[in-house]
């Protein structure tokens, strides 16, 4: 990776120059049967949309907050780029009351409604599909995200140093995130082609980490798991052996 990278946003900038075919982030939801895998390239696409959503039709300038009341889920991983590559502070789990916008799941709708500013709605259903029934006051992420352009560039150069992420009550600047996550890589003995199982939650520094940066930032790639309890015994084995997983954190 480059050792100039001060935001996630350019993490994923050098691992799509790198090699974009590689896999990145390999979802699986254990309620559902749902796997998904993306490449960089594909990954990239999908945050570049989501980044044009966040600057065109949401309006997010640099320093807005968006209170991510989201799960770990690959759609999760998507914004948090897009937020880095905007400039946004991408707060998780946080109180939708103070945020500029708010980006919600399907189980947290009423308290997402706090918001004054623009809603975003993710049904987090399988292939990335759309409410059966958009839910009211929200854009429906599955709706919009679409017929954005599939590259992206800022209005305004995202300033390392600025605040990028909030969680469990720490902020970080996008350079503090690079900076934790390659320590974490370090100590976890995540290094590039590394493939990091993570089933925590994304609510605390230590499962963004896992589940997410700490593969970025050294070209290493994820396999996130959600409801990890729903796994039948001996399948954990067998994925961590499918997925050729090198280190796994549960």
């Known amino acids: 990776m480059n050792a100039n990278d001060r935001t996630p946003a350019d993490l994923l900038r050098s691992a ?3 090699d974009p075919g590689r896999p990145l982030v390999t979802f699986y939801d254990d ?4 796997r998904v895998e993306l490449s960089v390239a594909t990954f990239a696409n999908w945050v570049a949309k989501t980044a044009n959503l966040l600057q065109g039709d949401l309006a997010a300038e640099p320093g807005d907050r968006a209170v991510l009341l989201l799960p770990a889920h690959w759609q999760t991983a998507v914004w948090l780029l897009a937020c880095s590559s905007v400039g946004v502070v991408a707060d998780v789990g946080g109180d939708p009351a103070t945020a500029d916008l708010v980006v919600s799941g399907p189980d947290t709708l009423e308290a997402a ?3 004054s500013g623009e809603r975003v709605a993710l049904a ?3 292939l990335g599909g759309r409410f059966p029934q958009p839910p009211v006051g929200f854009a429906d992420y599955a709706v919009e995200v679409p017929g954005q352009g599939d590259r992206f560039a800022p209005y305004a150069p995202v300033d390392p140093d600025a605040p990028a992420l909030a969680v469990g ?4 600047s996008g350079a503090g995130v690079v900076e934790r996550a390659r320590a974490d890589a370090g100590r976890l003995g995540v290094t590039a082609g590394s493939r990091v199982l993570s089933g925590l939650s994304y609510g605390t520094w230590e499962g963004l ?3 997410l940066y700490a593969a970025l930032a ?3 790639s994820v396999v996130l798991c ?3 309890d729903q796994l039948a015994e001996g399948e954990l084995e067998k994925r961590v052996e499918d997925e050729r997983v090198t280190v796994a954190v549960r």
């Open 226 to 228: 959600r409801h990890l």
């Open 31 to 34: 309620a559902t049967g749902e």
């Open 218 to 220: 050294v070209g290493g």
């Open 209 to 211: 980490s896992r589940g």
């Open 113 to 115: 409604r706090a918001c």
């Open 169 to 172: 009550g720490a902020e970080l």
């Open 16 to 18: 799509l120059a790198a």
């Open 124 to 126: 987090l259903r399988p």
